[in-house]
Structure formats: structure tokens, C-alpha cells
């Protein structure tokens, strides 16, 4: 649970307790750590919520990628760490030159932290393996164009901007990373 330093602790010379509580609203730093307040609040949250989409929603979607089936696709990457072999099920519209990914939750996520590491991954869509041998940034029309019809409609809805071109390797084939791995976000 989050807990403030008393009011009175907060109040300085020339502060009246009204000055004070308007900074409730507004990033409070906690003196010890310097960071604020609302920032560790949403960092907690955030690791929650990530940490329950891995091991709920993440797992039926990786079940609906490897068949082949539903709007899924694998990402398949190596960790920069560990350096296991990582499945990660995104949604992913074909273009010509490979892929075009929405960031939905931003590039702090591992999956495009360990692609940018490595320089490349696997996308397994619809049942076949390509080779990615770069990610490139995408302007947001262009993006939200790749996704078409009631997909871009949804996309321009919760106004999202984050795009990356996956790039097909040509004329190469899938490297064999392996088949089974760990779920990752």
C-alpha cells in the first residue's frame, strides 16, 4: 500500500497546508528513493497487469498462434540474457516487405527489447516460419493503413502511434530456434 509522509512533515516555510494538498495531484517525490509517487504506483501496477496477461491471456493466445488460427502470431525471439528461446503471441498484418506490429504496450516490453538486442527473431504466421533480420520504426498512418477495416478503425479509436515494420529476410528461410520455448510480454 502507498503511504504519503504526514501532511505536516510536508509543509515548509512559506507553505500553507492548502499550497501542500494541492500537490497531492501532482508528482510528490519520495524524498528517500527520489522517485515519485505516482510513478512507483503505476510501475506496480503496470508489472501486475503484464504479469497477469503472461500467464492468463498469453497462454490461450499461444494455443490459437501455433494453429494456425485467429488473429495471433508468434514472435519467436532469444532473451538478451538468458539467452533461452522465447515465444511471445502478438497480432501482426501482413505487408509486402514482412510485418507490421502495434507497440501496444510501448518498447519496454521484452519481446521487442530482445529483438532490438539481437537484430532479428522469427514470426510464425498462419502456420509458416519467416526470418526477420530487422525492425524498422513506422509512421502511424502507415501503420494503422496495414491493419485495414475494422482493425485500423479500433487502432484510430484508442489512438495508437507505436508501429514497427518487421522485415522479411529475403530469399531466406526460418533458422531453426526450436519449436517450444516460454511464453514472454
Known amino acids: 500500500m502507498l503511504r504519503l509522509p504526514p501532511l505536516r512533515a510536508r509543509v ?8 501542500v494538498r494541492s500537490l497531492r495531484s501532482a508528482s510528490l517525490l519520495d524524498i528517500r528513493t527520489g522517485r515519485s509517487y505516482r510513478s512507483a504506483m503505476t510501475g506496480r501496477v503496470k508489472r501486475a497487469y503484464l504479469w497477469t496477461l503472461k500467464n492468463t491471456l498469453n497462454r490461450l493466445a499461444l494455443r490459437l498462434a501455433r494453429s494456425g488460427r485467429g ?17 511471445t503471441p502478438i497480432i501482426l498484418a501482413r505487408v509486402p516487405d514482412g510485418f507490421v506490429a502495434e507497440l501496444t504496450y510501448g518498447t519496454d516490453v521484452n519481446w521487442y527489447r530482445n529483438i532490438v538486442a539481437a537484430g532479428q527473431c522469427e514470426v510464425v504466421w498462419r502456420g509458416r516460419d519467416y526470418a526477420i533480420d530487422r525492425m524498422d520504426p513506422l509512421p ?15 487502432l484510430r479509436m484508442l489512438h495508437r502511434h507505436e508501429f514497427r515494420l ?4 529475403p530469399g531466406r528461410p526460418a533458422s531453426p530456434m526450436g519449436p517450444s520455448s516460454e511464453a514472454a510480454t
Open 12 to 19: 515548509h516555510a512559506g507553505e500553507s497546508a492548502n499550497d
Open 71 to 87: 488473429p495471433f502470431a508468434l514472435v519467436r525471439h532469444v532473451g538478451r540474457k538468458s539467452g533461452k528461446t522465447f515465444e
Open 140 to 154: 502511424a498512418e502507415a501503420g494503422i493503413r496495414a491493419y485495414g477495416g475494422a482493425r485500423a478503425f479500433v
Open 166 to 169: 518487421l522485415h522479411e529476410a
